[in-house]
């Protein structure tokens, strides 16, 4: 199921405070640089129309987080959500989300990382394109802080199975830990719209929390 197209951005919203492209920013990443503190830092990956992204901001105000989306329309309206929130505690990213983990983000500064409804890459000379691969994942358990995690959605069981089986061969993230569909109070009470998409058409969602060992 493909995404839907995005509404018209309203012109008069100024984007900049709120969309960075991830060339423009130093190496390594400086969180209080773009956010203007030190404080818990999520990151989700692939932010699609930026659901999570701003309810997770508004509903948090003591964490920082940070959208990731390589096409450069979505991450537009993502920013223009933010925009019209006036969040102050969130940003989204135009780029690659695997290139920003591998070279960005230093060891252990991430609290949770948030991977909804990745694409898939049907066909299988594709699916080595898929985020949820050896690299990105080392990635993701390096720059976790410990005791943080790993959120992991689709909608595709042989992606689900998949990626659990390389988080297993190839991390030492503690899962996977079952996450429970819960009711949704309003039309809008879902992680993502393609969540909600899924739902109403009474479609399977497969769930996994992971978790990065404490510190000794």
Same mark, same amino acid.
């Given at each position: 199921m493909g995404r839907r197209a995005l509404r018209r951005i309203d012109p008069a919203i100024d984007l900049s405070p709120y969309l960075v492209r991830v060339e423009e920013l130093p190496q390594p990443f400086e969180q209080a640089a773009l956010l203007g503190r030190a404080a818990p830092l999520e990151i989700e990956v692939g932010s699609?129309?930026?659901? =999570?992204?701003?309810?997770?901001?508004?509903?948090?105000?003591?964490?920082? =987080?940070?959208?990731?989306?390589?096409?450069?329309?979505y991450a537009r309206y993502v920013a223009s959500r933010l925009a019209q929130r006036k969040a102050a505690n969130a940003k989204c990213i135009h780029g690659d989300a695997q290139h920003f983990f591998h070279s960005w983000l230093c060891d252990g500064s991430v609290q949770a990382?948030?991977?909804? =409804?990745?694409?898939?890459w049907w066909k299988a000379r594709h699916k080595k394109r898929r985020v949820m691969c050896e690299p990105f994942l080392r990635d993701v358990e390096r720059t976790l802080v410990p005791g943080g995690t790993l959120h992991f959605w689709t909608d595709v069981e042989e992606y689900y199975l998949t990626s659990l089986e390389v988080i297993a061969a190839h991390t030492r993230l503690i899962g996977p830990q079952p996450v429970a569909e819960t009711p949704a109070d309003h039309d809008l009470d879902y992680r993502t719209h393609f969540e909600r998409r899924m739902r109403l058409a009474a479609e399977n969602v497969y769930r996994a929390e992971f978790r990065k060992a404490p510190a000794p």
């Open positions: 699609g129309k930026g659901l =999570f992204l701003s309810a997770a901001a508004a509903g948090d105000a003591d964490r920082d =987080f940070l959208g990731i989306e390589i096409l450069a329309k990382v948030h991977v909804y =409804f990745p694409d898939p």
